[in-house]
């Protein structure tokens, strides 16, 4: 299924685990360092001044370095305690591997959310970003927020409605 960013709450409904998906237009990139604070953000409502619009989002935990993209352990304390506050406040689509604790699985799906994983293939990804910048926190240097615009950026839905690849 093709997927124009922002996405909104009718195309998240229509998705199942193991569905193939393609993404196409901008989505944010964070891991450990820059999500914890984005979640401040949003704790301290400053997320639209810094420019960060997070509302029919997608965020791929991943740092945006010279060599490329590839996704990051989504199931790391700093990234994993993230995902409820982020789905919370519009992040529709979170992206990256590895399974995911029950409680996570649950506040996707009390958000509509839903997680993503991509192939393992670094050079894959990275052909499919059209343009970068960064967003917030440019202290953090490649693990700083990011907002890439992708196409036709591949990934598979693991945890939706709360069903999990991981449970079967």
Do not use: W
């Amino acid at each position: 299924m093709q997927i124009n960013m922002p996405v909104d709450d009718n195309v998240i409904n229509q998705l199942k685990i193991y569905d193939m998906v393609e993404i196409t237009g901008k989505i944010f990139t964070g891991r450990d360092a820059v999500l914890p604070k984005i979640v401040k953000c949003i704790e301290e409502g400053t997320c639209e001044e810094k420019g960060i619009h997070l509302t029919g989002g997608a965020v791929f935990h991943t740092a945006v370095s010279p060599a490329g993209i590839g996704p990051t352990s989504s199931n790391k304390v700093d990234i994993e305690g993230s995902i409820p506050a982020l789905s919370e406040a519009g992040i529709k689509m979170h992206i990256g591997k590895g399974s995911l604790k029950k409680e996570t699985t649950e506040a996707l799906k009390k958000y509509n959310s839903i997680f993503l994983v991509t192939p393992p293939s670094t050079a894959f990804l990275t052909a499919s970003i059209k343009s970068r910048r960064v967003v917030a926190f440019p202290e953090e240097g490649m693990e700083a927020l990011h907002e890439i615009e992708v196409e036709n950026f591949p990934a598979i839905v693991a945890i939706a409605h709360g069903e999990s690849i991981y449970d079967k």
